[in-house]
């Protein structure tokens, strides 16, 4: 009996979790810490992305902004793709490359976390992204998946092990709510 498309596909991300267990777990914790860090001392988190990386984006600003599972203090975060007048201005205008540079340029500042969500690791406005904010001073974080980031750097990397585009996704939604827990854990004392 052949498995149905929806096991084969479970099993699947079941593959790539396992792997990411090993080879991320650390990263998130540290990543985890250099956030709770910058938003302590006053920085605040600007978070970007194309297509469903924009959506991982806003999900993670939502649970910043609002709650994750405890109530607590808003916590300042900002999603980049989230306004469609200015997204649309500087698309126009500048072009898409320009995106989430010319707003980083706009809103970053020295002790910000800039987190850029990209699974094929070649989005252009995105790697800009991360280069305007680490010109400007702040952490550089970087959700991707196996292939790494193209032509671009960023000062922690979260590098999903698979070339999927719906496992890498699946494994950023887990990865920012796993910050989330322990970010939440530190501002719920």
Known sequence: MTESL????????????????????GRVEEVARVMVSALRSGGKVL??????????????????????????APLPAIALASDPGT????????????LFERQVQALAQSGDIAIGFTASGRSEN??????????RGATTIVLM??????????????????ASTAHVQELHLMI??????????????
Not at 126 to 135: D, E, S, W
Not at 145 to 162: F, I, K, M, R, T
Not at 183 to 188: C, D, K, P, S, V
């Open 6 to 25: 929806t096991a084969t596909h479970f099993r699947a991300h079941q593959q790539v979790v396992e792997a990411a267990l090993g080879e991320l777990s």
């Open 47 to 72: 978070a970007f992305g194309n297509g469903g990386s924009a959506t991982q984006a806003s999900h993670l600003v939502g649970e910043l902004v609002g709650r994750f599972s405890n109530d607590r």
């Open 87 to 98: 997204v649309t201005c500087i698309a126009n205008d500048f072009g898409f490359a320009n």
């Open 126 to 135: 995105v790697v800009r992204g991360l280069a305007a904010a680490k010109a």
């Open 145 to 162: 998946g196996a292939a790494g980031l193209v032509n671009g750097s960023a000062d922690y990397l979260l590098a999903v092990p698979s």
């Open 176 to 189: 920012l709510h796993a910050l989330c827990i322990h970010i939440e854990r530190e501002f719920t004392k």
